[in-house]
């Protein structure tokens, strides 16, 4: 159980455009789900939080309006990097917690951004 | 501020054991996990600590000690699978992960 879906795994795009990448959970309901960046040998660096039907909390120094994010439903949220350039070039991934008493993130398996 | 430090990198032999320490500092807490990752690969749950003392899952332990701020994660009869990143993470007051750098560990045979 407790299974999370990323897609795609891996995409390559042009700069000034935008890409969108979804995050699924597959087997429950997450009340909550996060978005993560890493650059290469480095740590995860959380860059918002999601609550299904209310606006993402996004990090000191995360542009909310070049990351956009949309948590339509229990199940999903998206992650739009609009007029990508090549520095935002890294691997993204996101991951679920159900709520309740539990507190551990259930990761998807990332997507690599290459901006070209 | 909040602070959480584990060692960079770490090398061990097959068949060996080895020890990943964390410290933290951070405003509260509400226990402590350990995630696996994989170069290039999402992590992926290891271990969950919120009572001190040690915890078994097989091939691997967790211990936490919360008035020393203290966690470390034992990897028992080593196998190359092993070489990983092993990330140590903190729940704080707010319910919000901090998260370690993670420590690199390479598995010689």
């Known amino acids: 159980g407790a299974v999370v879906s990323q897609h795609p795994s891996w995409v390559i795009c042009k700069s000034g455009t935008s890409v969108k990448i979804e995050c699924r959970s597959l087997?429950?309901?997450?009340?909550?789900m996060f978005w993560y960046r890493q650059f290469p040998k480095q740590s995860l660096m959380l860059m918002a939080t999601s609550n299904e039907g209310s606006k993402a909390t996004y990090e000191q120094g995360v542009e909310k309006d070049k990351f956009l994010i949309n948590h339509a439903s229990l199940t999903l949220s998206t992650l739009t990097v609009t007029s990508a350039h090549p520095e935002d070039s890294s691997f993204y991934i996101c991951?679920?917690?159900?709520?309740?008493?539990?507190?551990?993130?259930?990761f998807g398996p990332g997507t690599r951004l290459t901006v070209t | 501020g909040q602070n959480i430090d584990q060692p960079t990198e770490m090398t061990a032999t097959e068949g060996a054991i080895v020890q990943i320490n964390c410290t933290y500092q951070?405003?509260?807490?509400?226990?402590l996990f350990w995630y696996q990752q994989h170069a290039g690969e999402a992590p992926t749950f290891l271990s969950y600590n919120v009572l001190d003392g040690l915890e078994e899952k097989g091939r691997f332990s967790s211990f936490l000690s919360r008035s020393k701020g203290y966690s470390y994660l034992l990897l028992k009869e080593l196998q190359m699978k092993d070489s990983a990143s092993y990330l140590c993470a903190v729940l704080d007051s707010n319910y919000q992960l901090i998260w370690g750098a993670g420590t690199k560990l390479i598995i010689k045979p």
């Open positions: 991951s679920a917690r159900t709520g309740g008493e539990s507190y551990e993130q259930y």
């Open positions: 087997d429950f309901q997450a009340t909550t």
């Open positions: 951070t405003s509260g807490f509400n226990g």
